[in-house]
Antibody, heavy 120, light 113 residues
Framework: QLQLQESGPGLVKPSETLSLTCTVS??????????WGWIRQSPGKGLQWIGS???????SYNPSLKSRVTMSVDTSKNQVSLRLNFVTAADTAVYYC????????????WGQGTLVTVSS | DLVMTQSPDSLAVSLGERATINCKSS????????????LAWYQQKPGQPPKLLIY???TRESGVPDRFSGSGSGTDFTLSISSLQAEDVAVYYC?????????FGQGTKLEIK
């Protein structure tokens, strides 16, 4: 059974960079057809897909965040990472990593989520 | 972008009664190449991540009780709970995976009457 765990700072200052890591256990992030997505949830905007990354490093981002987002994979550590630049208070949210499959892009495995607050 | 709109925003149903939640997409999510509706439903309880209930609009995820069912096609979809149990109190979301950016409905809060 796949398990995902997000980690990273819970507090980020405005204009700085939010950096999170998702560690996957119980399976390989390189498994066929598995994509690794980041989704965030804030009271004002509900659930928002940020983007997804494949083990090859191929990415797909939400256009609304694309200019500020970078996702990457580290297959040696079975981890995926999210960086979001120039954060503002509007980026305060619970950030989840989740797995979906190619061409079957429902999210079947989720991490518990990590709250990131943007504040000085 | 594809916009998902759920109704109602909140719903109170008596134990043992049927609960029905609607989801409407701004364009069809029926993919012609596989004749499947690219729509999923999730349940989220406080302090927990969303849990997948249904995909392809009507296929229950393994382990999901059969009182949960999904229906609909094209732009209009329904999640039904045939006989509400206390543990079904949660917020329910629909999600389209027809195209990117993947998008979710705003959520429907289900409570006990």
């Amino acid at each position: 059974q796949l398990q995902l765990q997000e980690s990273g700072p819970g507090l980020v200052k405005p204009s700085e960079t939010l950096s999170l890591t998702c560690t996957v256990s119980g399976g390989s992030i390189s498994s066929s057809r598995s994509y690794w997505g980041w989704i965030r949830q804030s009271p004002g905007k509900g659930l928002q897909w940020i983007g997804s990354v494949y083990s090859s490093g191929s990415t797909s981002y939400n256009p609304s965040l694309k200019s500020r987002v970078t996702m990457s994979v580290d297959t040696s550590k079975n981890q995926v990472s999210l960086r979001l630049n120039f954060v503002t208070a509007a980026d305060t949210a619970v950030y989840y990593c989740a797995r979906h499959l190619f061409r079957s892009s429902w999210f079947d495995f989720w991490g518990q989520g990590t709250l990131v607050t943007v504040s000085s | 972008d594809l916009v998902m709109t759920q109704s109602p925003d909140s719903l109170a149903v008596s134990l043992g009664e049927r609960a029905t939640i609607n989801c409407k997409s701004s364009q069809s999510v029926l993919y012609s190449s596989n004749n499947k509706n690219h729509l999923a439903w999730y349940q989220q309880k406080p302090g927990q991540p969303p849990k997948l209930l249904i995909y392809w609009a009507s296929t229950r995820e393994s382990g999901v009780p059969d009182r949960f069912s999904g229906s609909g096609s094209g732009t209009d979809f329904t999640l039904s709970i045939s006989s509400l149990q206390a543990e079904d109190v949660a917020v329910y979301y629909c999600q389209q995976y027809y195209n990117t950016p993947y998008s979710f409905g705003q959520g429907t809060k289900l409570e006990i009457k």
